[in-house]
């Protein structure tokens, strides 16, 4: 394999004890290119993307991202992980700081962005995800859609090169999933790359152009979303896709 | 009687202040440094280093597992043989500051350990450094869990100052010892003793609950 990609996956494993919950990934994700991860729970969607920003270390094969291979001596991590965005399943705001604090934080300590400048960006991008009325609450004030929309405002506030999104709507009551998944169509729209956990269908259709299945911590199947979700090639895959579309 | 009693410790106000001024300066500092010196033994007790962990650890359990008279007699006579003249006042408060520390780096470990992991992987995630991570995201919402037992801490740790009487420091605890030789009712003096302390840590300890119910409602309010 020759070309390289924005996030590069080469034969890679990875162990939790005994158990192997990454099983000889091998993909690569294009700039701008949207991906969407499915898959039972367990089957290692999550490890898979926290592997790209490091919160997971991988036993061996070589993960490069945007052109850095983690683990390398000469790879700093801290710096990488600013150009990748991560949008947790449980939000994980700051409770004690601000919407706006919120948004700002990164990019006043880490990009040392003058404080005004920050503080117009991040209203800017308040206003973006819908929120231009909610700067000053806390998280504790907000819905579980407000604080996940303040969550991908806190990462674009960094201008991000890559954003990863871990299962962005699971934690969230249904009403509050489409002002979501509204957000994250602006910003695949945009051209941000991505890499997406989800079972929404709908999105995937929308934005992704492509779609992958992981079951027991391989990629059992890839396609364009149309393809897996209306004509899924494999029995694990069908028999997954019948579980979550039968209701 | 009573009245005849207090009469006659009146001639020893002085020296009365001047051992509360010993307790209250003696506590003050080794408080100040303890704090200081126990934030960052937390810190680093529950950074990512096993061995800075596992010897800090081992520190903290020798000194709360030893008994405080002890400490300070082996800081006041052992380490002059090893060539290091202390005089008392010093030496009390090296023994103290590292009580106060000992105690303190626990209350702050167990602190930052409850903040939720979650928290410092979004810290980690946006590229905050280790410090930032700290100072930012992890202490504040830490404190929380912190200051109501920090502040009681400092209750006994005032109290526990009275030990250092045993080195010859003036102290509250030694005026009531040198009083008590010179007058009938043994009783009386340490009861004002006692109440001279009650003084200094009864705003403590209205502080701490104080506190404890603030954190309390926060702790509901803020929740994920």
Redesign the interface.
């Known amino acids: 394999m020759t070309k390289t990609g924005m996030i590069d996956f080469r034969g890679v494993n990875k162990w939790f004890g005994a158990l192997n919950v990454l099983r000889d990934i091998t993909l690569s994700v294009e700039p701008r290119e949207v991906v969407v991860v499915c898959g039972p729970s367990g089957s290692g969607k999550s490890t898979l993307i926290r592997c790209i920003n490091g919160l997971e270390t991988i036993r061996d094969g070589d993960l490069v991202v945007d052109g850095q291979r983690l683990g390398d001596p000469a790879t700093n991590m801290t710096r990488l992980r600013t150009e990748i965005g991560f949008v947790f399943q449980s939000f994980n705001l700051y409770p004690h700081k601000t919407a706006l604090e919120n948004v700002t934080l990164a990019p006043i300590h880490v990009r040392k962005i003058p404080r005004t400048e920050a503080e117009q960006a991040g209203r800017e991008l308040l206003a973006k995800v819908g929120l231009a009325d909610k700067v000053d609450a806390y998280p504790a004030q907000l819905s579980g859609g407000q604080q996940q929309r303040v969550a991908i405002a806190r990462c674009l506030g960094m201008r991000p090169k890559i954003m990863l999104f871990d299962e962005p709507t699971s934690a969230l009551d249904p009403e509050m999933i489409s002002e979501v998944l509204d957000v994250m169509v602006a910003v695949a729209e945009e051209g941000m790359t991505m890499m997406v956990v989800t079972h929404e269908m709908g999105f995937a259709r929308k934005v992704a152009q492509r779609a992958v299945f992981m079951d027991a911590g391989a990629i059992v199947e890839s396609g364009t979303p149309e393809e897996f979700f209306s004509a899924p090639k494999t029995d694990r895959s069908r028999a997954f896709l019948s579980k979550i579309l039968r209701h | 009687m009573i009245w005849q009693q207090l009469q006659s410790l009146a001639g020893s106000y002085p020296l009365a202040l001047r051992g509360l001024g010993m307790t209250v300066v003696l506590s003050l500092i080794s408080l100040v440094l303890g704090t200081l010196l126990g934030f960052g033994l937390g810190i680093l007790r529950t950074g990512g280093n096993r061995l800075i962990s596992a010897a800090i650890g081992a520190w903290v359990d020798l000194i709360r597992g030893t008994p405080f008279l002890v400490q300070i007699f082996l800081i006041f006579f052992i380490l002059p043989e090893l060539g290091i003249e202390l005089d008392a006042f010093t030496a009390g408060i090296i023994a103290l500051t590292n009580l106060a520390a000992c105690f303190i780096c626990e209350i702050v470990a167990a602190g930052i350990r409850s903040v939720?992991t979650?928290?410092v992987?979004?810290?980690?995630?946006?590229?905050?450094?280790r410090w930032?991570r700290m100072r930012?995201?992890v202490l504040?919402?830490a404190m929380r869990i912190v200051l109501p037992p920090l502040v009681g801490q400092y209750v006994l740790l005032i109290k526990d100052s009275s030990v250092v009487s045993a080195i010859g420091l003036t102290d509250l605890t030694r005026v009531g010892w040198l009083v008590v030789q010179r007058v009938p009712n043994g009783l009386l003096v340490f009861f004002l003793v006692g109440l001279g302390y009650f003084i200094v840590c009864y705003p403590l300890i209205m502080l701490a609950r104080r506190l404890e119910q603030r954190m309390g409602a926060a702790h509901g309010?803020?929740?994920?």
Do not use: K, W
């Open positions: 939720p979650g928290q992987e979004a810290a980690l995630a946006s590229g905050l450094s930032q930012q995201v504040p919402q309010e803020v929740q994920l």
